[in-house]
């Protein structure tokens, strides 16, 4: 099998009579290198526009060196200073200096920003300050008085008396730190203490870590629900005559091939106040008209439609399972006394096991990074984790505590992944 | 279950499980299809009139398919799709389909670890995906531009055309090739004539997927796409927020035209593979 796909053109046939034509090492590498090279093209560009952004996401969780980069003096002079009391004279000098330049150049309000997330309070700190920094400056320089490190401290405490406590320039000296693991724990819900060592913070602060449990359990109870909804169907069409069998299944590939974006819509018509359920249930008098019920824009909104648009992802690993099973064995488990209960528990059930397995993991993995359904229906209540990750990104920009977030998550997907692998392997995700 | 003694008992269950059963198709199939009907609404409203119900001819209208084409509320998003989509699927096809071939070749090195890499980006949640891909393409400058999310779909839409590909070469005998060279063919002839026809349903499967992929993507788009990269996905998700307007409806029943339409296909194209390598133990997975 190793050789089988030496080239020989007409012209190779009269070497082909000489077996000693090529050397033993290129016959075996060639179709070697023809296979990777084939494969090649691919790889590279998953590299570069996939890996790479894997990489540059986990870099910006811990890596972020905008504040040492927008002030490099302060940051070089802060290695100095102790950390005890007020910090020496060029201190003061390089973060006047650069405060005053950055006020000047309108980018110091994004450092200040920067910073505020860091230590809250700074910003006002480092805004209103330098605002009458820049004042004493001018008023320096018209009244040619030199601004040395004295001048600076005896300006920036007389502005802000804070500036005399070590208390915000330990806020500076930690918030230029270019590596850095506080979007982790600010992802923990941990927060800065006031000496600058990281706490719990109270429970009734805590945001991320009980948004993970909640997408934990949404995803659980959105895969249980699949699963309860998708084992009778998927039985159903494993054990229909062929012909039905492919009907049945168009029925389940139609929602699996329409847009995820339509299907949201069709639930949010259905499910509205003034929605199609709502004004049947109203017309058949089950309930009053003032008594519509809240299906949507809450938790049971996101359920409903996060079951509808997984389901398919539970039904086809299990139907193509199910249709491996010999039907002769329930047959035979009745014919040796057994209840069609006991028939399906003992023996039918335990062969299935490796589809709900799969079907239910690969189910867990989609739904726990859910984004779009949430954002629609889900409204206050139906929030998960990855719409606190678009937050970041697209309204807070706070991008590093965003990548933090979303490495966490890919770190707990890549391990369900593990569990996949060994469960099913990797490589046999089909496409249903 | 044939040869069961028929007890009352069984036969409630069986009724159960049927009733069941159809519950469940109704739940997957019954909320794509109430759009429809609803897209010929005359009113601007999201539910049945009277009228409607009455089959009113009054009632039923054009009106939002007419409105689709008023201005370029819709026409540009939907421009806009169809060029990042077929793009996306150009590249994501043939990278896919070579690699395909490579990786089914018997002596493809590493083949575990290069299919775990190349199916990566379709079984990464889109949000990560879609975070990492902000940060790196903004700082190449191809945020905010076509080319950026051409690239990003065309990297979810690969591992579609790797595993289609690959599944139609599951049996494929590489004598075969031997043989093909033998008779003379040089290695492009060989694939053309005996490789690619046999590959042929694979890719054309892979690439339907591809582009699906990408007509419905959304995140990626939302993180990286501006004003001029505005996609049908992206317009639906803007009218679902701000304003629900039933033009909405009247696309979507378009988007479940396409969603029968690539479905049809390639079951079609499926069965057509099934039937001729029925026996050669080639299947969906």
């Known amino acids: 099998m190793r050789s089988e796909s030496e080239v020989v053109t007409p012209e190779d046939t009269s070497t082909r009579q000489q077996p000693v034509a090529r050397p033993r090492w290129r016959r075996a590498l060639g179709p070697r290198l023809r296979a990777a090279g084939l494969a090649l093209p691919l790889v590279a560009f ?10 540059s996401l986990l870099t910006k969780s811990f890596h972020e060196p905008e504040i040492a980069d927008a002030l490099p003096e302060t940051m070089a002079a802060l290695r100095q200073w102790d950390g005890e009391g007020a910090p020496p004279d060029d201190v003061f000098a390089a973060t006047a200096g650069e405060f005053v330049a950055a006020r000047n150049e309108r980018t110091l309000g994004r450092t200040a920003n920067r910073v505020n997330r860091v230590v809250s309070g700074m910003r006002s700190v480092i805004m209103g300050g330098s605002r009458l920094m820049v004042e004493a400056a001018a008023e320096a320089e018209a009244a040619g008085v030199t601004t040395d490190g004295a001048f600076w401290r005896e300006t920036m405490i007389g502005i802000d008396a804070r500036w005399g406590t070590p208390e915000p320039w330990r806020a500076l000296r930690d918030a230029g730190q270019r590596f850095t693991a506080r979007h982790y724990l600010k992802a923990l819900d941990f927060e800065r203490g006031p000496e600058g060592g990281y706490v719990r913070q109270a429970e009734e602060w805590r945001i991320y ?29 494993a054990t229909s005559p062929p012909r039905r069998a492919n009907v049945l299944l168009l029925l389940v ?56 648009v997984l389901l398919p992802f539970l039904v086809l690993p299990l139907y193509s399972v199910m249709r491996s099973i010999p039907p002769a064995y329930m047959s035979a488990a009745a014919s040796l006394g057994a209840t069609p209960l006991q028939a399906l528990r003992r023996v039918y059930w335990p062969q299935t096991l490796p589809g709900v397995g799969a079907g239910c993991l690969l189910t867990f993995i989609l739904a726990i990074g859910y984004y779009i359904t949430p954002a ?30 979303a490495a966490l998550l890919l770190g707990g997907v890549t391990a369900l992944y593990v569990v996949y692998d060994r469960l099913v392997g990797i490589d046999r995700i089909g496409l249903g | 279950m044939a040869g069961t003694a028929i007890s009352p008992g069984y036969r409630a269950a069986r009724w159960g499980y049927l009733a069941f059963c159809v519950a469940a198709f109704i739940f997957l199939i019954a909320p794509i299809l109430v759009l429809v009907p609803l897209s010929f609404n ?7 009139t009277e009228g409607m119900l009455r089959f009113d001819p009054d009632a039923w209208s054009l009106r939002w398919y007419r409105s689709i084409f008023d201005g370029d509320e819709w026409t540009r998003p939907l421009l806009n799709s169809l060029v990042i989509g077929i793009s996306a699927t150009v590249i994501a096809t043939v990278l896919g389909a ?18 775990a890499l190349l199916i990566s980006p379709m079984i990464t949640p889109v949000i990560i995906a879609g975070v990492g ?23 979810f839409g690969a591992p579609f055309v790797v595993i289609t590909v690959s599944a139609t070469l599951a049996g494929f005998d590489w004598t075969v090739m031997r043989a093909a060279a033998n008779l003379g063919a040089n290695p492009l002839v060989a694939f053309r004539r005996v490789q690619l026809p046999l590959i042929l349903p694979g890719v054309i499967s892979g690439s339907l997927f591809a582009f699906a992929a990408s007509f419905d993507e959304l ?26 307007s039933p033009t909405l409806l009247a696309v979507a029943t378009f988007l479940i035209l396409f969603a029968l339409l690539a479905l049809s296909t390639v079951e079609w194209l499926r069965r057509r593979g099934e039937a001729a390598g029925e026996g050669a133990g080639s299947g969906r997975t």
Not at chain 1, 46 to 55: N, Q, R, Y
Not at chain 1, 260 to 269: D, E, K, P
Not at chain 2, 98 to 115: C, D, E, F, Q, T
């Open chain 2, 133 to 155: 891909m902000f940060f790196f393409y903004s700082s190449l400058g191809l945020a905010q531009t076509h080319l950026g999310i051409i690239l990003a779909h065309a990297v």
């Open chain 1, 209 to 237: 870590v009980p948004l993970f449990w909640r997408t934990l359990k949404v995803s659980l109870g959105v895969t249980m629900l699949c699963l309860v909804v998708g084992y009778p169907i998927a039985h159903l069409i």
């Open chain 2, 219 to 244: 995140v990626i788009v939302l993180f990286m796409g501006g004003l001029e990269q505005r996609t049908l996905p992206r317009q639906m998700w803007s009218g679902i927020r701000e304003e629900i």
């Open chain 2, 42 to 48: 005359a009113e601007p409203y999201f539910t049945f």
């Open chain 1, 46 to 55: 998953v590299v570069v526009t996939f890996a790479g952004p894997m990489v």
């Open chain 1, 376 to 405: 629609l229906v889900g409204g206050q209540s139906g929030q998960l984790i990855s719409n606190m990750i678009a937050y970041h990104v697209q309204t807070s920009l706070n991008w590093g505590l965003a990548a933090a977030l």
């Open chain 1, 253 to 308: 590939l139609l929602p699996f091939w329409t847009s995820l974006l339509v299907r949201t819509t069709s639930w949010i018509v259905l499910l509205q106040n003034q929605g199609v359920v709502n004004d049947f249930l109203v017309a058949i008098g089950v309930i009053g008209d003032d008594g519509r019920l809240a299906m949507i824009y809450n938790m049971t909104g996101t359920f409903i439609a996060m079951t509808h």
């Open chain 2, 98 to 115: 070579a690699a395909a071939l490579g990786l089914a070749h018997p002596a493809m090195p590493g083949r575990r670890i290069v299919s």
